[in-house]
């Protein structure tokens, strides 16, 4: 008999052994590469529709050039006289916090549906999560700075407004807007100012340009920006003057509007994200640009003891100096119950709502009934966050992002990073 | 009998790569076609319609433009900063976990004798917490209204901004992240030196000092440096501590500028080049840790 273990030296034949340092230094070398293994999710087979150069393949909607989007027979709008779909899940790709759960809850009961939202932070999230292979979705909330993309990309289905009586709530030049006329593949949700908001009861003046209480190094430290390029660069454009066109392809001025927020980084310790709702009422931000929804929904944040007063909100005087903007409602091409979300987009237009949804998120849709008095007189919006309300002149006169050239972007997004790296 | 050691043999010598099996398959799966579909990203040449790189899974098609910009700038232009920073933070939390984790696995492996065991659970404790709770509770404690702004406050010092890109406080963030990792190792390191050297050392008439400067340093020399390389490899490519406790591109580290591409955009090709730059600096110090631990246990033999 052969019994290793009697061997009383123990060394008389060497065994390879996975030693503790070698276990050690393998360890090591998988570390390397775990660190990479998400990427893999990231490189799945795709719409080989390359792209280069300054055009896009679809048209770029602009307000003095309205684009009627394409029907195709390939991905046509359900039928007319089907009932909604009932059971198992209804998946809502949306913003965070940007749907009233009541309002969630109260349907997903109606319809015996679990009503699940995936959030995501940005349009760029919004756009990977949608197309992530065997992902379906309901609901989706895109911008006008997505949509001729994603219905060229055959992303979302044109909607059957036989299904949509509400739509007549609606201001008139939202049932037929400049990014899809006819409303044939989305409908508004909130329309928002972008503007500055501050602390009332820490910033003694705002100077009649506002969004130089970005660059003042009395509140340094506390000072935010939207995490958001076209709303970073675009603001710090207007503010040094350099021109009123925010999605200008024009590389010297990209630059100089991204120069002048990389100085903010030393003067100022500017920070970016887009948590205004809660960073300036928790006192976090002194000064932090923002949608006019977060000041709105900021009233909710308050710590106890603190009333509305201490928020503020500036944007320019006049429409035509104002930055406006406004999510739409979609239904994916991908879609399981889309009779059901049919009936959920009609739900939003609801006078009754969306008034409701409009109390728990803080932005306002643009539905007739609810103007800037009512809100004000039903005590929605404090009399003192008054320039929060957004009125039709504003989506008509103001200033908008819109969808670009994928050249353009690049080029934003170059001096995106530029900023992000610490200039 | 012969024939049956023969056997044994013939048994140990399938049993060995057998073993060896998971290892490789792991290693194939979960790194190197990670590493190739990351070059594939890297190297790729063409962007679609949303402006993301198509893979070139074809080494024969790669392009080298995406990932020539992302060296230039990485060597003299905008990630240059990116890079300093990484590096210094990383070595400055180093020192920190040597400062710090040194004596604590010093004190587990030769003096907390019967209190070993509640020791180690004790520096393994954190890790039972969520790392991201950990780091929330660094935010509590040192923003502005913080306990730590409180206690200075006391002796007189005016509030610090704590948090509001403050590399002192990503650095020691990581470090705090980061020590378990660095503690760990190390005192498998120093629980293994024989207890025999040091009683040589004294009966020979050394002192304290001198006996851990000339006999235990040397011996964990080498545990000293593992712990170093697993501290240091995911402490590097770090993003989400900076974000939670800074948030500021004042102290924007490579993880974070590689974040940005990957999952807050669709320019991920450069994102992968980031990656693969990170990888080959790593690699670099990777290589000097096996010839080190080469070197180490020829010396042994």
Known sequence: MNFEGFDPAGRRRPRPQLSRRRLLQGTVWLGAGVGAAPLLGACGGDNPAASSGNSAPYPLARPDRPVKLPIKDSNPPIDDGLDPETGGVFKILNYDAYMAPGIMKAFGAEYDVDVQVTPYTNYDEMLSKIRAPGQSFDLVFPGPGQMSKMVFTDLIQPLNHSYIPNLENLWPEYQDPWYDKGAQYTVPYTIYTTGVVYRADRVSSVPENGYDLIWDEKYAGKIYILDDMWEAIGMSMLRNGLTTNINTSDASLVQKATDSLIELIDSVNIKANINAYTEVPEGKATIHQGWSGDVIAGQYYLPKGETPEVLGYWVPEESSKRVTGNDCIAIPKSAKKPMLAHTLINDLLDNDISLRNFGWNGYQPPINKLSAEYLIDQGYIPKNLGSAVVVPDDFKTGITTYEVAPSTEALWRQNWSKFKAGG | ?301
């Open chain 2, 1 to 301: 009998m012969a024939d049956r050691t023969l056997d044994h043999d013939r048994a140990a010598r399938r049993l060995w790569p057998a073993l060896a099996l998971p290892g490789t398959f792991w290693l194939i799966a979960l790194f190197l076609v990670p590493f190739y579909a990351v070059m594939a990203v890297a190297f790729s040449g063409y962007i679609n319609v949303f402006g993301e790189p198509i893979p070139a899974w074809n080494p024969l098609s790669w392009k080298f433009d995406t990932f020539t910009q992302v060296l230039s700038a990485s060597v003299t232009g905008e990630y240059r900063a990116v890079w300093i920073r990484t590096g210094t933070y990383t070595v400055a939390a180093l020192a920190i976990c040597v400062a710090v984790g040194y004596p604590v696995a010093y004190y587990t492996a030769r003096l907390a004798g019967k209190r070993r065991g509640l020791v180690l659970a004790l520096i393994l404790a954190p890790w039972w917490i969520n790392y991201i709770t950990r780091m929330l509770a660094w935010v509590n404690l040192l923003q502005d209204d913080g306990y730590v702004n409180k206690t200075l406050g006391i002796f007189g010092v005016a509030p610090i901004s704590w948090l509001s890109g403050n590399a002192f406080t990503v650095v020691l963030a990581l470090a705090y992240g980061y020590l378990p990792f660095f503690i760990i190792p190390l005192f498998a390191s120093l629980d293994r030196i024989d207890q025999r050297l040091l009683e040589a050392s004294r009966d020979l008439g050394v002192g304290m000092v001198r006996t851990f400067l000339h006999v235990t340093l040397p011996l964990s020399k080498i545990g000293l440096v593992t712990a170093m390389v697993i501290t240091a490899l995911p402490l590097t490519g770090d993003y989400y501590t900076n974000a939670i406790v800074s948030g500021s591109p004042n102290t924007t580290m490579v993880g974070n500028q590689v974040e940005l591409f990957l999952l807050q955009g669709p320019q991920k090709n450069l994102g992968a080049g980031l990656v693969l730059l990170l990888s080959l600096v790593l690699m670099f110090f990777m290589a000097y840790y096996l010839v080190l631990t080469q070197r180490a246990s020829r010396e042994t033999r």
